[in-house]
């Protein structure tokens, strides 16, 4: 485990985890926005002409991901990269409460041409062992309720569906539900 801990806005945020830690072949490293040209290269894991696809069951778009690391002191933004040092991924840690031991992981996405490759498996895996050395006992998701692909992952996960929300969720494109997850560690 690595000794560096991102701490989110310089105060130590729980859970602590490591800025750069394992996740199958790749690595999760922590983005706090500070390395420009590492921001940029996450963000170009999906090109502008893929974005539209790659974040429509998002409720926002995370980018350009430096306002979106910044909208939220409290958000933990890891990417996922390659052994190349390429950025191919990236999520983020959102809602933790460590009085119930609990996060929610969201905000992740998978380079297009890196979708099926077991990517998401291997930054899910990575994520779910350092959170539960962190002391972290349940994570969360939401998806959208049509977002079939999202909800297959996140079951192949192991993940169980909770439930899904009453209240209609607002798109940038229209209206629907979320979908609600959990996973405990």
């Not at 979106?68 to 990236?90: E, M, Q, W």
Request: charged share 25%.
């Amino acid at each position: 485990m690595n000794s560096e801990a991102s701490s989110g806005a310089g105060a130590a945020a729980w859970p602590v985890l490591p800025d750069r830690f394992p996740a199958g072949d790749y690595e999760l490293q922590f983005i706090d926005g500070s390395d420009p040209q590492f921001v940029a290269a996450v963000e170009a894991t999906v090109a502008p002409e893929e974005r539209a696809e790659t974040f429509h069951y998002f409720t926002r778009l995370p980018l350009p991901l430096g306002p979106f690391i910044a909208a939220d002191a409290t958000r933990r933004v890891y990417a996922l990269v390659g052994k190349n040092s390429s950025p191919v991924g990236c999520t983020s840690l959102y809602d933790c409460s460590e009085a119930r031991r609990r996060v929610t992981l969201g905000f992740t996405w998978i380079s297009p041409n890196r979708r099926g490759s077991g990517a998401n498996a291997a930054l899910k895996r990575g994520m779910f062992d350092e959170l539960s050395d962190a002391g972290v006992r349940e994570v969360w998701f939401r998806a959208d309720v049509l977002n079939a692909a999202s909800r297959r992952s996140l079951e192949k996960a192991g993940a169980q569906f909770s439930h899904i929300e009453a209240a209609p969720r607002v798109y940038p494109d229209r209206v629907s539900a979320s979908v609600y997850y959990f996973k405990r560690l």
